[in-house]
Structures are given as structure tokens and as C-alpha cells.
């Protein structure tokens, strides 16, 4: 069972150029989400997926676009890399209900040069 | 706007010694997570609380949340080098989203 799996783990753009970040679940969660950490800064969500079709901004949403056309599938595209999109991306799964918890993937480390 | 502190940001300790880390808001919350991040990996669910004065434990690791609901600690008894990682607290507010914190740094030296 792989869960979230994030390709791929470690990637350096130049500034300008153009990137998708793929996240795949194989647990059939509704929800998915993406989010950026960078270092003493916690977890900002940039966006997130309440089902098939629908995305939504999230805390930090520029530079940034997802599409969800399928329950398994939400990828994140980057256009024009800048610096500051510098940061390790993380995507998570989540299912209704307060007491369940999300399931993230093991990251995308990107740098942008 | 919620406030979410995490205490102490950082925090080295020598193998065998308790600890608290606590998480800390301005606001009442449905339920809180802690999570835990190991270097190069993603965060991991470790409990979610969601009584008001409820205490779960979870081997060495205690956590709880406050009566209020605004409020949580997690205590590690004798903590090991396989406790070192990121502590991340993560309330729920009602909503599709979880909002973490900034996290405690726990090193725990051999």
C-alpha cells in the first residue's frame, strides 16, 4: 500500500522556467492538499481539493496552479519559477471527520536558482 | 485570527530525561493533532485529542488537551535518539483545512 507518493523528491529550476510536482494517493481520500515548508516557518497550505474537480486557495496561493481530475491524482504546477518558491512541498490526503488525521507524502525538494 | 504557539522552538536534551513541549492558541478548538517529522520524510499523524481534559498516551509519549480546549501538551518520558524529530501541533478549526504550528526541534543526544 503506497499511500502519497510525490515525484519527484529533489529537483532545482532555473528562474523562469516551468515545473509539475505530482502527488498520487491510492487510499481513495476525498480531500487533498499541498503545502510549502520552509525552514521555522511551519506548514502554509497553498491549495487544497475537497473531491474530483473542485480546488480551492489556500494561505499562500501565488505562482502556483492544481487541477484534480481524478480522485487519485492532484498535481502542482509552477510557472515562472521565482526564489522564493524555494522550499520543500509537501502533498496530504485527509478524509472527513475531526479525528481523522492527514497522510503526507515524503516531499518535493525544490530549488530555484 | 488564530494565534498557534509552539514551545520552546527548540530543544536538545540528553538521552534518559523527560520533557514538555507545549502548543498553545487564542482560540477554542473542535479537536488538535500532533504530528512528528523525522528529517527528509513528511509529518505523522501521532494523536489527534478531542475532549476537553482528555489525556491519551501513546508508549512514552502523554499527550493533552486542555480543559479550555485551546491549549496542549505533549510529555516524553525518558526520551530516546529515535524521539529526535519535528513536533508539529495542528487544531482543528471546523473546517477542510488543518493549520500547524511552527514546531519544537527536539534533539535528543545519545
Known amino acids: 500500500n503506497a499511500g502519497v507518493t510525490q515525484t519527484p523528491k529533489f529537483r532545482i529550476l532555473k528562474i523562469g522556467q516551468s515545473m509539475t510536482l505530482q502527488c498520487t494517493q491510492d487510499m481513495n481520500h476525498n480531500y487533498m492538499y499541498w503545502y510549502r515548508q520552509d525552514p521555522g516557518m511551519g506548514l502554509k497550505l497553498i491549495y487544497y481539493s475537497v473531491g474530483a474537480g473542485i480546488t480551492d486557495k489556500g494561505e499562500v496561493p501565488n505562482g502556483y496552479n492544481v487541477s484534480r481530475s481524478t480522485t487519485e491524482d492532484f498535481p502542482l504546477r509552477l510557472e515562472l519559477a521565482a526564489p522564493s518558491q524555494t522550499s520543500v512541498y509537501f502533498c496530504?490526503?485527509?478524509?472527513?471527520?475531526?479525528?481523522?488525521?492527514?497522510?503526507f507524502g515524503s516531499g518535493t525538494r525544490l530549488t530555484v536558482v | 485570527t488564530q494565534l498557534l504557539e509552539q514551545s520552546p522552538q527548540f530543544l536538545s536534551i540528553q538521552e534518559g530525561e523527560n520533557l514538555t513541549v507545549y502548543c498553545n492558541s487564542s482560540?477554542?478548538?473542535?479537536?488538535l493533532q500532533w504530528y512528528r517529522q523525522e528529517p527528509g520524510e513528511g509529518p505523522v499523524l501521532l494523536v489527534t485529542?478531542?475532549?476537553?481534559?482528555e489525556v491519551k498516551k501513546l508508549k512514552r509519549l502523554t499527550f493533552q488537551f486542555g480543559d479550555a480546549r485551546k491549549d496542549s501538551s505533549l510529555h516524553i518520558t525518558a526520551a530516546q535518539p529515535g524521539d529526535t524529530g519535528l513536533y508539529l501541533c495542528a487544531p482543528w478549526a471546523g473546517s477542510y483545512q488543518l493549520t500547524f504550528g511552527k514546531g519544537t526541534k527536539l534533539s535528543v543526544i545519545p
Open positions: 482560540s477554542v478548538f473542535s479537536s
Open positions: 485529542v478531542v475532549t476537553g481534559g
Open positions: 496530504a490526503t485527509g478524509t472527513t471527520g475531526k479525528e481523522y488525521g492527514y497522510t
